[in-house]
């Protein structure tokens, strides 16, 4: 059995849950934490579109991506809280997997620097622009939840 996310994740976690919540009118239905099932989208290479992600936070706007066993389909928005052991992985890997599976916004935080990298693609744009780097105190905007904002702390 794997150790659990540190108590720093959880908190970074909760933070950007309650966030969220309070953005999305406690729209409950919008917003998932991990364990979460994302079933990738067809039309992405063979290995991405049968592999299945659980990011740490995600956000689904479209009720139809919605199943009784996960998500289908590209979420909107993905967070993903890194631990020092998986930071190559969240920031090469999983990037190019959600920009390939057309996830609209991709936010890894770094608990221990109160750090954001933040990638977004612009409406119908094929591939993720350049990372912005947010460090602590700075307030990071939400390119696909417009009007979202979050700082870390």
Excluded: C
């Excluded at 919540?21 to 990738?40: H, N, R």
């Excluded at 199943?67 to 909107?76: K, N, Q, S, Y």
């Excluded at 993905?78 to 090469?92: F, G, H, N, Q, Y």
């Amino acid at each position: 059995m794997s150790p659990s996310p540190k108590r720093s994740h959880q908190t970074v976690l909760n933070r950007l849950f309650a966030a969220l919540l309070a953005f999305l009118d406690g729209d409950v239905e919008k917003i998932y934490l991990a364990p979460m099932d994302v079933f990738l989208q067809p039309g992405m290479t063979d290995e991405a579109a049968t592999r299945v992600v659980q990011p740490d936070l995600l956000v689904v706007l479209d009720p139809e991506k919605l199943a009784e066993d996960g998500i289908r389909g590209a979420p909107d928005f993905v967070v993903e809280v890194m631990p020092e052991s998986s930071a190559r992985k969240d920031l090469l890997e999983k990037r190019r997997l959600y920009e390939e599976a057309g996830v609209g916004e991709y936010w890894v935080v770094d608990p221990d620097e109160a750090r954001v990298f933040a990638w977004s693609r612009s409406p119908g744009g094929e591939r993720f622009g350049n990372v912005v780097e947010y460090a602590r105190g700075e307030p990071v905007a939400s390119a696909v939840l417009v009007g979202f904002s979050w700082t870390p702390e």
